[in-house]
């Protein structure tokens, strides 16, 4: 620092420059580092969304989550059909309160005051522009409040990236918030006009469920969304009160001690000689132990990623040589954007089944990549007779669990998480696997077993005995709606539309091994499996409270309302090869 030579003061000129230069600093250190406390408008967001930034809202805070896509252990597709989104109840029924903490390190403003009007994620058709007119306000923030009470304000906004429907009241009319039978949920047979073009005949199709849809749930009124949404997280709240999020980690040694006797049986009948006897207590075995890595998978039972993680590995890997990471990979977007044509893996099966319309217009899977489940002439043979291949498919269904996991183990998707915490974990399922490979296909299948008869007999006996446990996996939703109504619907109505639970008596819930609570699940998918009863009464609570209907069935009903699903959209695909062939005779295009 100068000082004049006149009684050591410094020149009012330097003082002047001095302060220039520091006003002038703290302003290029506020432009390069903004305030966490500025409000980030939706144009802020759109514009951030445009130039290939990872948004998403979270309660008050609007976080950038570039560098975690990545590095996320519950895969990237997650975050990606988030962007643009209040995902308030989705990061906090999925992650433990100490997760939650650490996404203030990813905050980088704060959003408006009052509800936030959801965006179309990219990666499910939504188009940002870049170069519009962004601004962006300081304010200061009050951190007590609460956006769950401002019902109104800006709710009404349009949006061109959003979705937003605003039906009137009278089409919300129902008879009650319940179905506990197929003949509650009938499926209208209206004429079909086989002059319209197939592509039209597909979007009439489509439209019918939607308008079902529509009709029975509540409005998409964003008012009434934010009612629904606010209700839900009371429940949850009073489900974390009730202590349901705790393990009782006794009844675990209820099940182990189930799962050392199948195995021991299976293995003791293979000693004697038992072969068929031996194949069909492993199915067993396999079918039970599988419900403990689902829970394990969702961090169920202790809690502790690394902890549930390993029992997930070690049962699902190296007990039944089955990939936990593909699994949750799926399985986590299945949960985000359940039955979604489109997004959800778990209704992917075209050529063998379509349990909607949709598919016969050749979607493209953002879960697979982009690749094109093409509507040829296989999935033309195949789809008429799919009520009568549903049982047949899935007894040998876990074959093609093989393949996916082998396919996911060595996929980029497996090897990104290298970058991660999570790094441990593809190395890990490659040993399992082919540990498995070792004890089941050579050391049983090939040294013990006598015959080629005998071998391919027990692999297919012990595969096919496992068969309910898929028949379960897609009773809770084949039979439910596939519609997409927009960004504005809540996460738990979405939740409940598209999931059904399975009623049965408490002294039986081993059988299902919570997989008959999927409703319950899909709303609270922490939740241990054990406490799920519990909380099915609070959810019926909620749904009378909420006017959302809530879907039990019964076993059979449930089998039966899956087959007259797929029966169903057999005899959509009957109606547009009618109209294909009046296109064919006549030379019409369909356009009147």
């Known amino acids: 620092m100068k000082t004049c030579s006149t009684g050591g003061r410094m020149d009012n000129v330097h003082i002047i420059q001095i302060l220039r230069f520091n006003s002038d600093s703290n302003a290029k250190s506020k432009k390069m580092?903004?305030?966490?406390?500025?409000?980030?408008?939706?144009?802020a967001v759109k514009q951030m969304i445009a130039e290939g930034h990872a948004i998403v809202v979270f309660e008050d805070s609007v976080l950038r989550l570039d560098s975690w896509l990545s590095r996320h252990p519950g895969g990237r597709l997650a975050i990606l059909h988030m962007i643009g989104k209040d995902a308030t109840d989705e990061m906090t029924v999925y992650h433990s309160a100490a997760t939650l903490k650490t996404m203030k390190a990813f905050m980088i403003g704060r959003k408006p005051p009052g509800p936030w009007t959801n965006l179309t994620p990219p990666i499910r058709g939504g188009i940002y522009q870049r170069g519009e007119v962004v601004v962006e306000e300081d304010i200061a923030c009050d951190d007590s409040l609460e956006e769950d009470t401002c019902l109104a304000s800006e709710c009404s906004a349009e949006d061109e990236n959003t979705t937003q429907f605003n039906m009137p009241p009278s089409i919300r009319s129902r008879t009650s918030p319940y179905k506990r039978s197929p003949s509650c949920d009938p499926v209208p047979k209206e004429a079909v006009d086989v002059r319209q073009s197939p592509n039209d005949y597909t979007d009439w199709a489509v439209q019918q469920e939607i308008n079902r849809d529509l009709q029975d749930y509540p409005s998409l009124d964003p008012i009434m969304q934010l009612s629904i949404a606010h209700k839900y997280r009371l429940l949850h709240q009073k489900?974390?009160?009730?202590?349901?999020?705790?393990?009782?980690i006794s009844e675990y040694g209820k099940?182990?001690?189930?799962?050392?006797?199948?195995?021991?049986?299976?293995m003791t009948a293979l000693y004697h000689g038992w072969y068929m006897t031996s194949a069909a207590f492993l199915g067993l075995f396999w079918h039970q132990i599988m419900f403990t890595a689902h829970d394990a998978g969702h961090l169920a039972i202790t809690h502790i990623f690394a902890v549930d993680t390993l029992i997930g590995l070690?049962?699902?890997?190296?007990?039944?040589?089955?990939?936990?990471?593909?699994?949750?990979?799926?399985h986590n977007v299945h949960h985000l954007i359940t039955n979604h044509p489109e997004h959800d893996p778990d209704i992917q099966n075209v050529p063998l089944f379509a349990t909607c319309p949709s598919f016969f217009r050749s979607i493209c899977s953002t879960y697979y990549d982009n690749f094109v489940f093409v509507w040829d002439a296989a999935a033309s043979f195949?789809?008429?007779?799919?009520?009568?291949?549903?049982?047949?498919?899935?007894?040998i269904a876990r074959f093609n669990l093989y393949l996916l996991s082998w396919l996911h183990v060595l996929s980029s998707r497996s090897s990104s998480l290298g970058r991660s915490k999570a790094w441990w974990i593809r190395p890990t399922e490659i040993a399992f696997i082919c540990c498995y490979l070792f004890l089941f296909g050579y050391c049983l299948v090939w040294k013990t077993l006598p015959t080629w008869t005998i071998r391919i007999a027990f692999v297919l006996v012990s595969h096919i005995v496992t068969m309910p446990l898929h028949v379960q996996i897609t009773l809770s939703h084949w039979g439910m709606s596939t519609s997409e109504l927009g960004e504005?619907?809540?996460?738990?109505?979405?939740?409940?539309?598209?999931?059904?639970?399975?009623?049965?008596?408490?002294?039986?819930?081993?059988?299902?091994?919570g997989l008959q609570f999927q409703a319950v699940h899909h709303l609270f998918p922490r939740v241990p499996?054990?406490?799920?009863?519990?909380?099915?009464?609070?959810?019926?609570e909620f749904c009378r409270d909420a006017n959302i209907p809530y879907t039990i069935l019964g076993f059979t009903d449930g089998n039966r309302k899956v087959l007259g699903r797929l029966e169903e959209v057999s005899e959509?695909?009957?109606?547009?090869?009618?109209?294909?062939?009046?296109?064919?005779?006549?030379?019409e295009s369909g356009l009147h």
């Open 33 to 43: 580092k903004p305030s966490r406390d500025r409000m980030l408008t939706p144009q």
């Open 382 to 395: 195949l789809v008429p007779y799919q009520q009568y291949t549903y049982y047949p498919i899935m007894g």
């Open 488 to 513: 504005s619907e809540s996460f738990a109505q979405r939740q409940l539309r598209t999931t059904m639970d399975v009623d049965c008596p408490a002294w039986l819930d081993f059988i299902h091994g």
């Open 529 to 540: 499996r054990h406490n799920l009863r519990k909380v099915q009464v609070l959810v019926k």
């Open 239 to 248: 489900i974390r009160d009730q202590g349901l999020y705790n393990c009782p």
């Open 255 to 266: 099940e182990l001690a189930r799962y050392v006797s199948l195995f021991a049986v299976s």
């Open 572 to 587: 959509q695909l009957k109606n547009l090869v009618q109209c294909q062939k009046y296109m064919a005779e006549t030379g």
């Open 314 to 330: 070690f049962i699902a890997d190296f007990c039944c040589g089955l990939s936990l990471g593909w699994w949750k990979s799926s």
